[in-house]
């Protein structure tokens, strides 16, 4: 009888065009966007889904965003380098094992382009500072923030030179050597090496002339802004039902505006999930169950991952994550920086109550491709690291019933934007390399 009164109230309310529980965000503008090099945006298309920027010229970019994925990869954890195959499909192989698990969830690309995303990765440790020398902060040093053109061209940098993700192991490659030797820069450098086989590439210099038209050589920076210009076209995402309501063309179904008003209302989703993109690119401690080989140096043995601390310093930020935007989410589970959770709704239900959620989290729901050898849950069966979890939460339990949550779902489904969860330009053909192209 409460659920029915309630959507009753909400088909009421649409009724009268009342736009009610707290503020609304703005609509999308082209405004809010990036401006983009259309040479630029199909250069970097074929270097997204191109090997050729691995070290071992066996993983590209899509590996772990892939289109079939609405750009993550549709497990918990990823398989880097070394694997084969695309999400839970994904495995090792005698030749080339993977070493451990990629640590943290593949994030989603939406909406990338947008001017507001000025922090990026789950611990922000990539972040706009015009203090800073190339107005970025990184954990890189100050010469490796010179030239991007953008933050989205910037995080390039750290998959290509991860070990686990995209660089291959020390004597693997070329590529791989450079980095565990401290040669990123310069000539012989990682990314030197990196330009040079795509520079060297017969299909690709077409395709460089015209995105870089003045540039002598082709820089790694070259690259990345490419590949940034790709990501902000193709999945820009503004097209979804509730863009259409937030621009006063159409209305929303009942169960889904009931939905927004518990999101925007009394269930709080809006206090963290806030503005046009339903984020407030902050970083809040929320509990979210820890696995997997955490986000600790080579030298730790621990499989501690301490979020936004490993940035700061701060123990007030430990196991805090950034809060990750809500377009297109019905689609990119698992669900939290460890996508501890499978399904959306079970996750809404644990976020609402996050030190209840521990106590009954079941580890049988995690999706993980296989990858024998590996503790995968040290942390989670350590009562000291449960505890200090337990303790980083800070947020006050929220009652949801079923009906809730489902209707929280509803609204979820109406930021679902099928144009850019296909992706505008697709997955290649072929890619001016002639390595395979994951599909």
Not at 155 to 172: I, N
Not at 387 to 396: D, E, M, Q, W, Y
Request: glycine letters at 10%.
């Amino acid at each position: 009888m409460r659920v029915l009164l309630r959507i009753l109230i909400a088909t009421t309310m649409i009724g009268a065009g009342a736009v009610a529980a707290g503020d609304m965000p703005a609509p999308v503008t082209d405004a809010d966007y990036l401006e983009l090099d259309p040479d630029q945006i199909r250069l970097g298309h074929l270097l997204f889904y191109d090997p050729i920027l691995s070290g071992n010229r066996n993983i590209s970019c899509a590996t772990c965003h892939h289109p079939k994925f609405a750009t993550a990869d549709g497990v918990a954890l990823s398989l880097g380098e070394g694997g084969v195959g695309l999400g839970l499909e994904r495995r090792a192989t005698a030749e080339n094992t993977p070493e451990q698990r990629i640590p943290r969830n593949a994030p989603a690309l939406f909406n990338l382009g947008a001017h507001e995303f000025t922090v990026m990765f789950h611990d922000g440790r990539i972040e706009v500072d015009p203090s800073k020398p190339g107005g970025l902060r990184t954990p890189m040093g100050a010469e490796m923030t010179q030239g991007f053109a953008n933050l989205l061209s910037a995080q390039t940098m750290f998959p290509v030179l991860s070990a686990d993700e995209m660089a291959g192991h020390y004597s693997e490659n070329d590529v791989s050597q450079a980095v565990r030797q401290g040669r990123i820069t310069g000539k012989g450098g990682a990314w030197d090496l990196l330009s040079r086989r795509v520079a060297e590439t017969p299909g690709y210099a077409p395709l460089i002339k015209a995105a870089f038209p003045g540039s002598e050589e082709l820089t790694f920076t070259d690259i990345s802004d490419a590949i940034a210009a790709f990501v902000a076209f193709e999945w820009r995402s503004d097209s979804s039902l509730f863009d259409a309501y937030l621009r006063g063309q159409k209305v929303l179904p009942a169960e889904a505006e009931f939905g927004r008003q518990l999101f925007y209302g009394e269930a709080g989703c809006s206090s963290c999930h806030a503005g046009a993109f339903q984020t407030d690119h902050g970083f809040h401690a929320m509990g979210v169950p820890q696995f997997g080989p955490g986000k600790a140096a080579r030298f730790e043995s621990h499989a501690r991952d301490l979020g936004r601390m490993r940035v700061t310093g701060r123990e007030a930020d430990a196991y805090a994550f950034r809060t990750p935007s809500m377009r297109n989410v019905t689609k990119t589970g698992p669900y939290g920086h460890t996508g501890s959770h499978a399904d959306l709704a079970a996750f809404i239900a644990d976020h609402s109550d996050p030190k209840a959620a521990l106590d009954r989290f079941d580890p049988a729901q995690v999706v993980l491709p296989e990858l024998p050898g590996l503790d995968d849950w040290r942390h989670f069966q350590d009562p000291a690291e449960q505890a200090a979890l337990r303790a980083s939460i800070g947020t006050v339990p929220r009652a949801l019933s079923a009906a809730d949550i489902m209707a929280l779902v509803a609204f979820l489904e109406a930021l679902e934007d099928p144009e850019a969860i296909a992706g505008r330009l697709g997955i290649p053909e072929v890619v001016p390399s002639g390595l395979d192209v994951d599909r």
